[in-house]
């Protein structure tokens, strides 16, 4: 569900035609609907009314500061990687207490940094990390809320550079060597042990894969409470798909399919969710520049490239690709979609049934909202789209186009003698 839809023919975010607003901000840019963002952030949250918990956005989905601004408002924490994610959530009025710091390789800055804030625990990923997490404790005479990430050795289904929650991935501790975890967590004065956490995957459409994962982690709760351990939260992470083609999603049965292993645990129940907020909020909108025709192929070329959305050429991933304007008369063609880059991975579709578009018309990359922008890069040089959020009939750049100036920023003109020393 979103609000990217068509009137006369037009293609509409929310009331604003994307027509103008590329007129005015120029293209490729990437154009966020806020009501889609409120309405899946709500629709997610409400899955788990009646349930104790909290709704923490995975920020590395899409990170811009007013869009965080907009969840903070809404009462959402925040799942962050990173101190650059923690400072553009402090940056954006999160509330630190609902923030959870996850990632295999947190530093001693980041742990600081974290500590300092006062967020309200770390996924712990290793032995070594709990340590780490304890002896910066000590240092600021505090004691850090941390959570065990549990590796609960399943197949989610997906893509696997997105997957997570198989053993052999270098994500969270083996769930055979949970108790001498929590053993150790619990002998370090400085470390509080809260809660038990996992993440198994991204763009998971079964819900399958979610129930297992929360079977297992009730599991091992129950035998942390069998110790006497009191922990407080339970985190199953993100992952749930969106559709970005056919695939369909029920929101319905994956919250079923989580609660249902935790009722009667009296935990407070965390989410991370990322795609299924973001992904279907926002679009990449592109201008053609060519059609080029081989011998066996049929190219349009576009302006947006894959440094401003990667997840084609990583993931093979589908986007649906809409004309801005709609051409009653334009023939159904077979086609790929390209852009600029020298690279032959430098692609958005291939080999995709699509109304024939001009030269100069405007093309929108559905399904962009999540991992498309936080992804991008100035590959070839080229500088970084804007993002645009639109809210009812009103729209902000809150990221301006980047410049030739942002591109070399920080770099030196070192004058080097062309023949050596
Ligand atoms: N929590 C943790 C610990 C994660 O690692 C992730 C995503 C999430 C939550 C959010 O997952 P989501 O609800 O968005 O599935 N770049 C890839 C996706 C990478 C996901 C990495 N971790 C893509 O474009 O498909």
């Avoid at 970005?244 to 319905?252: A, F, N, P, R």
């Avoid at 009667?264 to 795609?275: K, M, Q, V």
């Amino acid at each position: 569900m979103h609000y990217f839809d068509y009137r006369d023919g037009e293609l509409f975010v929310e009331d604003v035609s994307l027509n103008r607003l590329a007129a005015e901000v120029g293209v490729p840019a990437y154009v966020y609907s806020a009501r889609t963002l409120r309405r899946h952030f709500t629709v997610f949250d409400q899955a788990f009314a009646g349930t104790d918990h909290l709704v923490c956005f995975a920020v590395k989905a899409l990170s811009n500061l007013s869009v965080l601004r907009l969840f903070a408002a809404m009462g959402s924490g925040f799942d962050i990687v990173s101190r650059g994610e923690l400072m553009r959530c402090l940056r954006a009025g999160a509330d630190p207490r609902k923030i959870v710091f996850s990632g295999v390789g947190k530093t001693a800055d980041e742990i600081t940094a974290a500590l300092k804030a006062g967020i309200l625990m770390f996924n712990v990923e290793s032995g070594p990390e709990l340590y780490q997490i304890a002896e910066i404790a000590r240092g600021l005479k505090m004691r850090a809320p941390v959570s065990l990430r549990v590796n609960p050795d399943l197949d989610p289904g997906t893509h696997p550079h997105i997957s997570t929650g198989h053993r052999t991935s270098k994500f969270g501790v083996p769930l055979s060597q949970l108790a001498a975890y929590y053993t150790r967590a619990r002998d370090l004065k400085e470390l509080e042990l809260v809660g038990l956490s996992t993440h198994i995957g991204s763009q998971i459409t079964e819900p399958g894969p979610f129930r297992e994962a929360g079977q297992k982690l009730a599991e091992a709760v129950r035998a942390i409470l069998a110790q006497g351990v009191q922990l407080k939260y339970l985190d199953l992470g993100g992952g749930v798909g969106v559709p970005y083609q056919d695939e369909s999603v029920e929101l319905g049965d994956y919250a079923a399919a989580i609660l249902g292993p935790l009722r009667g645990l009296n935990l407070t129940f965390i989410a991370e969710p990322g795609r299924v907020i973001a992904g279907n909020a926002g679009v990449l909108v592109t201008r053609v520049l060519y059609v080029k025709e081989t011998d066996v192929k049929r190219f349009i070329v576009i302006d947006g490239a894959m440094n401003d959305l990667i997840r084609p050429a990583l993931y093979d991933a589908y986007h649906a690709i809409w004309p801005v304007t709609k051409r009653p008369d334009a023939a159904l063609a077979l086609a790929d979609v390209v852009g600029p880059v020298c690279e032959s991975g430098d692609f958005f579709a291939r080999d995709r049934m699509l109304p024939l578009p001009r030269p100069a018309d405007l093309l929108a990359v559905m399904g962009a909202g999540a991992y498309g922008f936080v992804m991008s890069s100035n590959y070839n040089s080229r500088t970084r789209p804007p993002e645009v959020l639109v809210d009812g009939s009103h729209w902000h750049i809150v990221r301006e186009r980047e410049t030739f100036d942002d591109l070399i920023r920080g770099e030196k003109l070192v004058e080097l003698k062309p023949n050596g020393q």
